[in-house]
């Protein structure tokens, strides 16, 4: 079964709203999950280190003030689009280290703005 | 350079064939090596981690790590349609460090 849960997997939004998307690690704590977005046909898109009672780490080119992520425990990470537009319509998936090494990931979330 | 190569084109194999899929690193600090199956609209899924060099079998799946020449391999036996999906190589520091992916072999097994 799934080790990484997110929610929602679908969200349809209007412009100029925000979305919080949750990525939870169901057996194991992390200290760390990832955030990724991926348009179609392409590879994953490092967004994001999400570490775990402290800020983010966010990869050059990502607006920090846009994607805000809050890592308040073990098992959860947050992925916020502020005031989303239409261009943030994407997939989003998160993942987790167990500390054996093994990186899994969510589901992923398609958001739709319109 | 990026940091793992994957040549993107897309595979059609008949079924029962045998599935061949490469990859190449740049970085000789990676210690742990990882392919996903994603199908469409989907999360990946891990398929294979391997440590180092050296071969791992799973079922019909065979992951090969040749850590002299930065290559790595997967390789899918008696291939059913249902494989048919989008596979990633990807490699990794190894803790919390990131992974660097490839960009993905869209596999078609047609029945």
């Known amino acids: 079964g799934a080790v990484v849960s997110q929610h929602p997997s679908w969200v349809i939004c209007k412009s100029g709203t925000s979305v919080k998307i949750e990525c939870r690690s169901l057996d194991f704590q992390a200290t760390t999950m990832f955030w990724y977005r991926q348009f179609p046909k392409q590879s994953l898109m490092l967004m994001a280190t999400s570490n775990e009672g402290s800020k983010a780490t966010y990869e050059q080119g990502v607006e920090k003030d846009k994607f805000l992520i809050n890592h308040a425990s073990l098992t959860l990470s947050t992925l916020t689009v502020t005031s989303a537009h239409p261009e943030d319509s994407s997939f989003y998936i998160c993942?987790?280290?167990?500390?054996?090494?093994?990186?899994?990931f969510g589901e992923g979330s398609r958001l739709t703005v319109l | 350079q990026k940091e793992v190569e994957q040549d993107p084109g897309p595979l059609s194999v008949p079924e029962g064939a045998i599935v061949s899929l490469n990859c190449t690193y740049s970085?000789?600090?990676?210690?742990?090596f990882m392919w996903y199956r994603q199908y469409s609209r989907k999360g990946p899924e891990l398929l294979m981690y391997?440590?180092?060099?050296g071969n791992k079998e799973d079922g019909r799946f065979t992951a090969q790590v040749d850590k002299s020449s930065k290559y790595i391999s997967l390789f899918i036996r008696d291939s059913q349609p249902s494989d048919s999906a989008t596979y990633l190589c990807?490699?990794?520091?190894?803790?919390?460090?990131?992974?660097?992916f490839g960009k993905g072999n869209q596999v078609v097994v047609i029945p």
């Open positions: 993942s987790a280290n167990r500390n054996t090494g093994e990186l899994f």
């Open positions: 970085n000789s600090a990676f210690q742990y």
């Open positions: 990807a490699s990794t520091l190894g803790g919390s460090n990131r992974l660097a």
């Open positions: 391997t440590y180092s060099s």
